[in-house]
């Protein structure tokens, strides 16, 4: 029974390795400038557990040309539960979602919307979710949309203390896509790290 065990664990750590780094994880395609050319986004492996995000523009002539390159801008575990992933949103919009659901005692699920407004690519929203699996009167939940500028918050504080809500404007607007770097945190979400 010994000699399985080796033998069990030798496809799980091939599994376990990650990708080399320009390997890709994610893709996703939509004509989301209206152009009637396919634009395609994509997130590649990179070095110490991130991902680089490339924005293609589409051009009926000659395919995808890149058009925004954000070089470990997205944070991309190699265990299950933590790799990104990309979701359409709308003909308008796609999202970027990071998580870390595999492990751990409060997983965790970030989205950042992207949507093509006026000429450009532009951080149009942030949420955030998690839950405590040990305690399950502590969870929170923030959604901000960086294009009306209002925010609305969820938080269970856990030990069975009363659930908070707030609602209001938050003190930013939407920003180009090329301005985005890991780590950004809207204000207006604060509360669910306190």
Do not use: K
């Amino acid at each position: 029974m010994t000699l399985l065990l080796p033998l069990c664990l030798v496809p799980a750590a091939a599994v376990a390795q990650t990708q080399p780094p320009g390997a890709p994880i994610a893709a996703l395609s939509g004509d989301w400038n209206g152009d009637d050319a396919a634009d395609a986004v994509l997130l590649l492996r990179a070095a110490d557990g991130m991902a680089d995000l490339v924005l293609y523009q589409g051009a009926p002539e000659d395919g995808l040309h890149p058009l925004i390159t954000l070089p470990a801008s997205v944070s991309a575990g190699p265990l299950a539960g933590s790799a990104p992933t990309l979701e359409a949103r709308s003909d308008t919009s796609f999202a970027i979602v990071t998580q870390q659901t595999g492990f751990g005692r409060t997983p965790w699920t970030q989205v950042v919307t992207v949507a093509f407004r006026n000429g450009t690519y532009m951080v149009a929203g942030f949420d955030y979710d998690f839950y405590d699996r040990l305690d399950l009167s502590h969870y929170g939940g923030c959604s901000v949309n960086l294009l009306t500028g209002r925010f609305t918050l969820t938080l269970g504080p856990g030990d069975e203390a009363p659930e908070v809500h707030r609602a209001g404007p938050v003190g930013e607007a939407a920003f180009p896509l090329a301005a985005l770097t890991d780590g950004y945190w809207p204000p207006a979400c604060d509360a669910l790290m306190r």
